[in-house]
């Protein structure tokens, strides 16, 4: 037996429970990891509370879409990993808040990576990635980041000003500073948001990293909403707008590429805060109460 923290129906942080689960076993193409860290995403909250019904859940809730740790088990046919090899990996069907979780998707980690920053990344290296080929922006165009002072919008900002791409960063004064120190002009949030926006200039496309009901602007900011994605807003369809979802095609190249960019230092990710792995239920308490600046972390044993 194993322990992980089940979901035990869609509610609160409550719902939330420390219980003891089948230890899984490895399938073809799989490894089995010992978690060390597993980092809390944006969508595992509405997904608790049942506000995104449309992502199907596994028979026995475990909320978690990265962790990182070191394989102990492989599954048959598995190959290019040993049992001992220190890694981060993608979960597509979640289960990361657990002592033993199954992967398919997963990169190594470097010494010099630590397990809090390597449970950080998968989730955001994924979606930053994916949603800046959706949107295409070209060199020399206009991304504007809702949220880019979040998990994501830290990783897209920086991967779309590598690729030549000029980047507001709509953010809350307390991420002005952080918004700057990346290379991106900030936008302070509030009523009047879109007057600031084009007081800059023209946007090409819109990333709503935050999924807090900013739709609205951002498909009058770009007078179409095929030039709009959000990550996690459940009302994405009300506005014609693209609610994307893993792509589970791309995503080990996606993984490689930013960690590969936070083992040189050329990557910065949002600091971050640990909390025991069974304290689950008061990390979604702390989020959801606000004030939080920090990405939690939840740290095994």
Excluded: C
């Excluded at 809702?146 to 590598?162: I, K």
């Excluded at 952080?178 to 800059?200: H, I, N, S």
């Excluded at 080990?252 to 930013?258: I, K, N, Q, R, T």
């Amino acid at each position: 037996m194993s322990n992980a923290v089940v979901m035990t129906g869609f509610g609160g942080p409550e719902v939330l429970r420390w219980s003891p689960v089948a230890t899984p076993e490895p399938g073809p193409g799989q490894i089995r990891i010992k978690v060390a860290a597993a980092g809390i995403s944006p969508t595992d909250l509405p997904l608790r509370s049942g506000l995104l019904k449309a992502f199907a859940l596994p028979a026995v809730p475990v909320l978690g879409f990265e962790v990182a740790g070191t394989v102990d088990a492989l599954g048959p046919g598995t190959a290019g990993v040993a049992v001992g090899d220190e890694v981060a990996a993608f979960l597509l069907g979640l289960g990361g808040y657990a002592e033993h979780v199954l992967a398919s998707i997963w990169t190594p980690k470097p010494a010099s990576v630590s397990w809090a920053d390597a449970a950080a990344l998968p989730s955001s290296a994924e979606a930053a990635v994916r949603t800046l080929d959706e949107l295409a922006v070209p060199a020399g165009g206009t991304l504007l980041v809702f949220g880019g002072g979040g998990a994501v919008g830290v990783v897209a900002t920086q991967l779309a000003l590598a690729r030549g791409i000029k980047v507001l960063s709509v953010v809350g004064a307390h991420d002005e500073a952080l918004a700057l120190e990346l290379g991106a002009t900030p936008v302070r949030y509030g009523p009047g948001v879109t007057a600031r926006v084009r007081e800059l200039g023209d946007v090409d496309a819109v990333l709503d990293a935050a999924g807090k009901g900013v739709l609205a602007d951002a498909v009058e900011l770009t007078g179409d909403p095929g030039r709009v994605v959000t990550l996690s807003d459940p009302a994405a369809g009300d506005f014609g707008v693209r609610l994307s979802g893993p792509d589970a095609a791309k995503a080990p190249a996606a993984l490689e590429e930013v960690m590969t960019l936070l083992a040189k230092g050329k990557l910065r990710l949002r600091a971050h805060r640990e909390l025991p792995m069974a304290d689950a239920a008061e990390a979604h308490r702390l989020l959801e109460a606000g004030g939080v600046r920090e990405r939690l972390v939840l740290m095994a044993g």
